[in-house]
């Protein structure tokens, strides 16, 4: 009961940073909240009065579209933005698993803004992952479900994705292969992900070469084989095929 006390007494004062730090900016960037929602008007998702005036009370925590607006209309930081917001949402009031179960963040994960290299614990993915959705727009789980279909299947079912991005539940290689690659993250960035999953588990990453090597193996144990059995060597001659190299100098014995 003590360690659920704690944890919410930590998820409230994390709203209330957030809180506190948009008021802050509205009262010294000098703007009513009518003014800050005619701001908004020109940007991709207008935000009314009433949902500005809501962000900054800390009851609840805003949306990201939400957070992100009222920063820009105040001329803040979206950086700094993103960091309270994700130790806010973190522990979001209705957030399925948002309790004892949840994967707890740990404190300062996500201020950290720990570069994907450095990666070493799980809850570092995790705050990487909702990171990387927001600078995708924040798409929703329904249309990053859509963005991994092939065929009729879709790669990226959005209840094990929200399992995922609670905390409820290990993230895969696949899942997040397809994650980030719904995310538009290209090919070089998406081993650099990869890595870091693997990192997490504490699983060393296979060297660069290893099919190469593997394949000089097999091909050197099947020579041996042959020279075992008696059978001589055959290399591909210039027409490509494979003629002998220990042919005999001498005349055959009758």
Same mark, same amino acid.
């Given at each position: ?5 704690s944890a919410l ?41 009433? *949902? =500005?005036?809501?962000?900054?009370? +800390?009851?609840?925590?805003? /949306?990201?579209? !939400?957070?992100?607006?009222?920063? &820009? @209309? #105040? ?80 790669h990226l079912p959005?209840? *094990? =994705?929200?399992?995922?991005?609670? +905390?409820?539940?290990?993230? /895969?290689?696949? !899942?997040?292969?397809?994650?980030? &690659? @719904? #995310? ?71």
């Amino acid at each position: 009961m003590g360690r659920l006390t704690s944890a919410l007494a930590e998820r409230d004062k994390e709203v209330r940073t957030l809180a506190r730090w948009l008021r802050a900016l509205r009262e010294r960037s000098g703007l009513t909240y009518s003014q800050m929602a005619h701001k908004t008007a020109g940007f991709a998702r207008p935000v009314s009065l009433a *949902t =500005l005036s809501r962000a900054d009370e +800390g009851r609840t925590v805003p /949306t990201w579209p !939400v957070t992100e607006a009222y920063t &820009r @209309a #105040c001329g803040g930081s979206v950086r700094t933005a993103e960091r309270l917001w994700l130790r806010a949402d973190a522990g979001r009031p209705g957030r399925r698993g948002s309790g004892a179960k949840a994967m707890p963040v740990a404190p300062g994960a996500a201020g950290a803004g720990r570069a994907l290299p450095y990666v070493t614990e799980r809850c570092e993915l995790l705050v990487a992952m909702r990171r990387l959705r927001l600078r995708a727009g924040s798409p929703s789980l329904r249309e990053l479900e859509t963005r991994a279909v092939r065929g009729t299947v879709s790669h990226l079912p959005r209840s *094990t =994705l929200h399992g995922v991005l609670a +905390g409820e539940r290990d993230c /895969t290689e696949r !899942v997040l292969v397809e994650f980030v &690659r @719904a #995310c538009g993250v290209g090919p070089a960035e998406e081993a650099e992900w990869v890595a870091a999953l693997r990192r997490t588990a504490g699983t060393p990453p296979p060297p660069p070469d290893v099919h190469r090597r593997l394949a000089e193996a097999h091909a050197e144990i099947r020579r041996l084989r042959r020279a075992l059995d008696g059978h001589p060597a055959r290399e591909a001659g210039p027409s490509g095929v494979p003629r002998r190299t220990d042919r005999p100098t001498g005349r055959p014995v009758p």
